[in-house]
């Protein structure tokens, strides 16, 4: 007896796939728009990264309550108010080194505006442009710092209400990261990959941070005693500001220099200027840019040309804060986007990821 015919496919035949150009032309747009969305609404995502970033370096606080048997209420507001100290320490810190600068600016008035005549004067000696010299008088004017002063002024409501939004933030999500913890037992192993990857950016982020504060106080606290040793006024805010600007990747060494420079060439001409550029390579450029970037890419993973592009394009989508934000979020888009795809590997290495090379390897070994 013959068999039985089988009987014909009736699921409908799937639809080709769209050519690759194709896909990737949308794949560009899709994400034009998110940027645009995101730089368009850079006022509210700001503050939510920071909080992120606080909530997401102050988490570890609450684990060894937890071992010793502390309620997870308990655990929860530690880290709440550890997070809180850390926002109130940074604005006392900027708040200070801000009044300070202005009185800076208003009391060496005057020495600034024979700084820039001097300046404009040896520019017309050496033949230049006209231009030139309007440039410099334009940047090193009394009035446009002023005028920056007066801009910074007006935008302290922004500020606080900033402030106000992330002391919200950070509440509401260390309250909701103590749920995370339970993600595996309570979903089970489908849980285990999307935790693995958020754990390893949460150690990424941290690790940076870290290793970003200790290199910058070292950098401050030799900053700030060359600078008094020197005679520069207010040594103390261009120290806080050198730490802050080392937060910034590759270029927060210029953004620490140039304040104090400028200084050091009103109130005591170019040989006190040329010491204090010469100290800041010294101790900047050995510690920053030699030292500093190989412990940085160790910690997160990246590679030094990927960390300075995203200076650069942070600062684009979502402003100045970018800058400081810029490791985190380009973190947090390689975790969202290629370590879920272990087709992305080698986009991972070209990146600075050194694990994916150890993953590619067990997958050769597994399928040989």
Same mark, same amino acid.
């Given at each position: 007896?013959?068999?039985?015919?089988?009987?014909? #496919?009736?699921?409908?035949? %799937?639809? %080709?796939?769209?050519?690759?150009?194709?896909?990737?032309?949308? !794949?560009? !747009?899709?994400?034009?728009?998110?940027?645009?969305?995101?730089?368009?609404?850079?006022?509210?995502?700001?503050?939510?990264?920071?909080?992120?970033?606080?909530?997401?370096?102050?988490?570890?606080?609450?684990?060894?309550?937890?071992?010793?048997?502390?309620?997870?209420?308990?655990?929860?507001?530690?880290?709440?108010?550890?997070? =809180?100290?850390?926002?109130?320490?940074?604005?006392?810190?900027?708040?200070?080194?801000?009044?300070?600068?202005? *009185?800076?600016?208003? #009391?060496?008035?005057?020495?600034?505006?024979?700084?820039?005549?001097?300046?404009?004067?040896?520019?017309?000696?050496?033949?230049?442009?006209?231009?030139?010299?309007?440039?410099?008088?334009?940047?090193?004017?009394?009035?446009?710092?002023?005028?920056?002063?007066?801009?910074? @002024?007006?935008?302290?409501?922004?500020?606080?209400?900033?402030?106000?939004?992330?002391?919200?933030?950070?509440?509401?999500?260390?309250?909701?990261?103590?749920?995370?913890?339970?993600?595996?037992?309570?979903?089970?192993?489908?849980?285990?990959? *999307?935790?693995?990857?958020?754990?390893?950016?949460?150690?990424?982020?941290?690790? =940076?941070?870290?290793?970003?504060?200790?290199?910058?106080?070292?950098?401050?606290?030799?900053? @700030?005693?060359?600078?008094?040793?020197?005679?520069?006024?207010?040594?103390?805010?261009?120290?806080?500001?050198?730490?802050?600007?080392?937060?910034?990747?590759?270029?927060?060494?210029?953004?620490?220099?140039?304040?104090?420079?400028?200084?050091?060439?009103?109130?005591?001409?170019?040989?006190?200027?040329?010491?204090?550029?010469?100290? =800041?390579?010294?101790?900047?450029?050995?510690?920053?840019?030699?030292?500093?970037?190989?412990?940085?890419? #160790?910690?997160?993973?990246?590679?030094?040309?990927?960390?300075?592009?995203?200076?650069?394009?942070?600062?684009?989508?979502?402003?100045?804060?970018?800058?400081?934000?810029?490791?985190?979020?380009?973190?947090?888009?390689?975790?969202?986007?290629?370590?879920?795809?272990?087709?992305?590997?080698?986009?991972?290495?070209?990146?600075?990821?050194?694990?994916?090379?150890?993953?590619?390897?067990?997958?050769?070994?597994?399928?040989?």
């Amino acid at each position: 007896m013959a068999p039985a015919a089988s009987p014909p #496919d009736a699921r409908p035949a %799937s639809r %080709s796939p769209l050519p690759p150009a194709l896909t990737t032309l949308l !794949a560009l !747009a899709a994400a034009i728009v998110v940027l645009a969305g995101m730089s368009f609404g850079r006022d509210l995502i700001g503050p939510l990264a920071v909080a992120a970033v606080i909530v997401v370096i102050c988490h570890p606080v609450r684990h060894p309550l937890e071992r010793i048997g502390c309620p997870r209420w308990l655990a929860t507001t530690a880290v709440i108010a550890v997070a =809180y100290a850390v926002l109130v320490a940074m604005a006392l810190l900027l708040t200070f080194a801000g009044v300070e600068f202005t *009185a800076l600016v208003l #009391d060496y008035a005057g020495e600034l505006r024979a700084t820039v005549d001097t300046i404009v004067a040896w520019l017309g000696e050496m033949g230049l442009h006209s231009q030139a010299s309007d440039t410099v008088a334009a940047m090193l004017a009394p009035s446009s710092l002023i005028r920056f002063i007066t801009s910074l @002024g007006s935008g302290m409501l922004g500020v606080a209400t900033a402030l106000f939004f992330i002391f919200a933030y950070v509440l509401f999500m260390a309250a909701d990261a103590a749920r995370y913890d339970r993600a595996t037992s309570d979903f089970g192993p489908s849980a285990k990959p *999307a935790m693995i990857r958020f754990e390893a950016f949460n150690r990424g982020v941290r690790r =940076y941070y870290v290793v970003n504060a200790c290199f910058g106080l070292v950098v401050a606290v030799i900053d @700030g005693l060359a600078l008094w040793a020197l005679g520069v006024p207010a040594p103390l805010v261009w120290a806080i500001l050198s730490f802050v600007t080392n937060f910034v990747p590759n270029i927060g060494f210029v953004l620490g220099l140039v304040p104090p420079a400028v200084l050091a060439l009103v109130v005591g001409g170019w040989p006190l200027m040329l010491a204090v550029i010469a100290i =800041y390579c010294v101790v900047n450029v050995v510690l920053q840019v030699l030292v500093q970037p190989k412990f940085v890419s #160790d910690a997160v993973n990246l590679s030094l040309t990927l960390s300075f592009f995203s200076v650069l394009f942070w600062t684009f989508v979502i402003g100045p804060l970018g800058a400081i934000l810029s490791i985190p979020l380009t973190l947090l888009l390689r975790a969202l986007i290629l370590e879920r795809d272990p087709g992305t590997r080698w986009l991972r290495w070209l990146s600075g990821d050194t694990s994916a090379t150890e993953e590619q390897l067990v997958a050769a070994r597994k399928t040989s």
